[in-house]
């Protein structure tokens, strides 16, 4: 990541304070060399805001109420403005490159709330994050003054906060870098849903104890190594129920169920309708295939 160093500020419908869109306040890229280059929560006046900053090269020091941390390449912080920190340039450090964004926390409290409560003050990104991938876009965008009204700049923040969520949800890593053993449970899934038949077997074929996989599947795929498989067969569901004539209870049985009871809860569940429902109705739901998240 490599940008003009600069600032820009974004006031788009600020006048009328809360709007329905999501405010977008500043964003930059920056590299600082003094000693003198620091920010306290505490007394500042331009909030309430939301700061995700991210460094490039070089660090930083951040205060949290007294515990200091290193903000080193690779990872970010966020704060919550004004609050109990100080961000700033120590002494040791030669330089700390960064970029940011900064913007209103209107509308998205509880999505702040919930990367803050997962995510520690600092957090490390991988190269190929596609969070990383979006706040560059962004600041990109802002910097090439692509940003120009406030719908674009809401769109924007959306976009980030979205990423962000999915980040904190642990689903911030492509599936090309998912260890050996999660890969493998997933192709496993993927190729032989209805051959599954616990947690445990998943875990044996990965050569791991139940809980420590459990973990380190969900840590790399947002999501427990059940609720993968659930997504797995309700989208071979759609199909067997578009495509072919079996009932609903020989679906089932071919997706692994013991009965059909079960598999409707399930089913209904994810897709909003009955089995049964959703073939009586497929012109009406249009859909050939569904994508669950």
Not at 29 to 41: I, M, P, R
Not at 156 to 166: H, I, K, S
Not at 193 to 208: F, H, K, R
């Amino acid at each position: 990541m490599k940008l003009p160093r600069q600032t820009v500020g974004f006031r788009f419908g600020e006048a009328s304070s809360r709007t329905d869109l999501f405010q977008l306040f500043a964003l930059g890229y920056d590299q600082v060399v003094s000693a003198g280059y620091s920010w306290d929560g505490k007394t500042r006046i331009d909030g309430p805001l939301c700061l995700f900053q991210y460094t490039v090269s070089g660090s930083g020091q951040l205060d949290m109420g007294g515990s200091v941390r290193t903000v080193g390449p690779g990872q970010a912080f966020l704060v919550d403005i004004p609050g109990s920190h100080r961000y700033y340039l120590p002494e040791s450090s030669p330089s700390w490159e960064f970029c940011f964004i900064l913007f209103r926390p209107w509308g998205l409290e509880k999505h702040w709330e919930q990367v803050y409560r997962r995510l520690s003050a600092v957090c490390t990104l991988p190269p190929d994050s596609p969070l990383l991938q979006v706040l560059e876009d962004i600041v990109r965008a802002g910097l090439n003054n692509q940003i120009r009204d406030g719908y674009t700049a809401s769109a924007y923040v959306y976009r980030f906060m979205m990423e962000l969520l999915r980040f904190a949800s642990g689903n911030g890593t492509r599936q090309e870098t998912w260890p050996e053993s999660v890969a493998l449970a997933a192709r496993e899934m993927e190729q032989n849903a209805s051959g599954i038949t616990s947690v445990d077997q998943l875990a044996g074929m990965a050569g791991l104890s139940k809980y420590h996989f459990i973990r380190l599947f969900k840590r790399h795929t947002g999501v427990t190594p059940l609720e993968f498989l659930t997504k797995v067969r309700m989208r071979q569901a759609v199909t067997l129920l578009r495509e072919t004539g079996l009932t609903v209870d020989e679906v089932a049985k071919e997706l692994g169920y013991a009965g059909s009871s079960y598999f409707i809860k399930v089913f209904q569940k994810w897709v909003g309708f009955t089995p049964g429902e959703f073939r009586q109705h497929r012109n009406v739901a249009g859909m050939e295939r569904i994508t669950f998240d």
